[in-house]
């Protein structure tokens, strides 16, 4: 069984409601091979509220700052050796005339929307590489709502126009997806 850490970024006026907001909102997410668990969650002051026993995905990730560096770290690994590379091969191929378009199979095509879907989140519309800059606190979602990958949603709570109540905080909720 294979699991996801995937953080949903919310306001809300206390850990324990946040972490039950994204666990009823996410309540129909998923099937008997599919399902997730919601661990805790680190406030932007770096609180940390844990609500299962098992909490080996928060291990390393009780402040904001550490959050930030392991996402940062995931999205440097897209295009190293080491991070999904058969989509990237496949366009090198392409590219340097290795490979015909009509040579391609369904395996391939899917490896390169994939290879495509990552790098479109890694880097945002000014061209900015995300593996530098991606902060959970000012609005940096990556595969948001894909709650079965490793990933940041910002939950709709952040986009809201307005100000937010005194006693409201931002918190980053944990998402164990098992798989």
């Not at 999904?84 to 391939?108: H, M, P, T, V, W």
């Amino acid at each position: 069984m294979a699991h996801n850490l995937h953080l949903v970024v919310i306001k809300s006026d206390s850990a324990e409601s946040a972490c039950d907001i994204v666990e009823n909102e996410t309540f129909d997410f998923g099937d008997d091979n599919n399902w997730f668990t919601v661990v805790g969650a680190v406030s932007q002051d770096d609180e940390v509220h844990v609500k299962e026993d098992e909490t080996s995905f928060m291990e390393n990730l009780e402040t904001i700052e550490k959050i930030n560096a392991h996402i940062r770290k995931e999205l440097a690994s897209l295009t190293n050796e080491n991070g999904y590379s058969r989509g990237r091969d496949l366009l090198n191929i392409l590219i340097a005339g290795n490979k015909k378009i009509e040579d391609l199979d369904g395996q391939d095509w899917y490896s390169i929307k994939e290879f495509a879907h990552d790098m479109s989140n890694k880097f945002n519309f000014e061209g900015e590489d995300k593996s530098t800059t991606f902060d959970v606190l000012k609005g940096d979602q990556y595969k948001f709502g894909h709650y079965d990958e490793f990933g940041v949603t910002q939950h709709y709570s952040m986009l809201e126009d307005g100000a937010s109540a005194e006693d409201e905080k931002t918190y980053v909720v944990f998402i164990d997806m098992h798989s």
